[in-house]
């Protein structure tokens, strides 16, 4: 999602789910307040008034909803244990001893290695873990086509009950495991969440040749509401962005047109702004949420009242720079972001 999509990209496909473990916002109105009032987060520099020259919008302004939640990333349930890990790989079918090891921050890890599959299950709440055959194989060379893979990842994720809220089924962006994997990306109230390393998808599975689970990454989020706030539109949003409105900026981040692989993560504008960005065209315009990224770090790692665990809606511009990398810059879709009062 963070990449522009290339021309042959296949099509998503969405699934909504009745069941609802992190939330639709039935009744907004009803709010938590914590009695503290933590600092503000991060502010972002104010925006060059020469971007309008370096960037081009190609895309539509999209409607979007008033209002929606925001959330609190809780921290990783600790004390995974031997008896726990085994329940987890027992959903998964893998019948083997697990071995326990000392992983990420300091969190403990089991291991399971299978006749047939091999399983890391880094938590159980929320759930966290590593699937694949034994050994694994490499990517094939003649594959099924998107749809196929789709529905063998998607088959295997429901009839264990790891699909049960909303999701939309995409094509892994990396060229090197195109036509080998699906990336499932995850809806909070009907809005993506935000892959901030697309390279490795929060959820993605791969398929070898004869139609085989070859490998599963999974890793979700455990959310608690805060309060219902008010979003800006998306073409305020782009304002901001060009003039240095109030709308800050959250990130702003680079790929490698082929790997994927990270070239530049920004919580803040640099300064000056013209020393990182380039000119690009924005081709996508997503109201989306942003959480805290993990995929380099336990999400122990930060502290349980960090601000860094709120979950906010922004608005994402995406395109490619005229060097071919993708990018993303992210633009808070609320206002009130700052004065949110978080749990203890």
Request: hydrophobic share 40%; proline share 8%.
């Amino acid at each position: 999602m963070a990449a522009a999509p290339d021309e042959n990209t296949p099509g998503a496909t969405v699934h909504m789910s009745t069941e609802v473990a992190i939330g639709t916002p039935s009744s907004p109105s009803s709010t938590q307040n914590a009695t503290d009032t933590p600092p503000s987060i991060p502010s972002a520099t104010p925006m060059a008034t020469n971007l309008p020259a370096r960037w081009e919008l190609d895309a539509a302004f999209p409607d979007s909803p008033t209002e929606v939640w925001a959330y609190w990333s809780l921290p990783v349930v600790p004390g995974l244990d031997a008896s726990r890990a085994n329940a987890v790989a027992t959903r998964l079918g893998v019948e083997a001893s697990g071995r326990s090891y000392v992983g990420e921050g300091g969190d403990s890890a089991f291991s399971f290695e299978g006749q047939d599959t091999q399983l890391t299950v880094f938590s159980d709440e929320p759930l966290s873990f590593a699937y694949a055959q034994n050994p694994v194989k490499p990517w094939p060379t003649e594959t099924l086509p998107f749809e196929s893979r789709a529905k063998i990842i998607e088959g295997f994720l429901e009839s264990r009950g790891l699909l049960d809220n909303g999701y939309r089924v995409e094509a892994y962006r990396r060229e090197d495991a195109l036509n080998a994997t699906v990336a499932i990306t995850q809806l909070i109230d009907n809005i993506p969440l935000f892959e901030t390393n697309p390279g490795q998808p929060r959820i993605w599975g791969s398929v070898d040749a004869e139609g085989n689970v070859n490998q599963v990454f999974y890793q979700v989020l455990r959310l608690q509401k805060l309060e219902s706030v008010q979003l800006i539109s998306a073409e305020q949003a782009w304002h901001d962005l060009l003039s240095g409105g109030e709308a800050k900026v959250l990130g702003y981040l680079k790929w490698d047109a082929v790997s994927l692989d990270r070239v530049l993560a920004l919580q803040d504008w640099p300064e000056p702004i013209t020393t990182h960005v380039s000119p690009g065209k924005v081709t996508d315009v997503v109201l989306t949420y942003l959480a805290p990224d993990t995929s380099q770090m336990s999400l122990n790692a930060l502290p349980a009242d960090s601000r860094q665990r709120l979950v906010l809606p922004c608005w994402a511009f995406s395109g490619r720079l005229g060097d071919s990398q993708t990018f993303t810059v992210l633009v808070q879709a609320s206002l009130a972001a700052d004065t949110l009062q978080v749990p203890k």
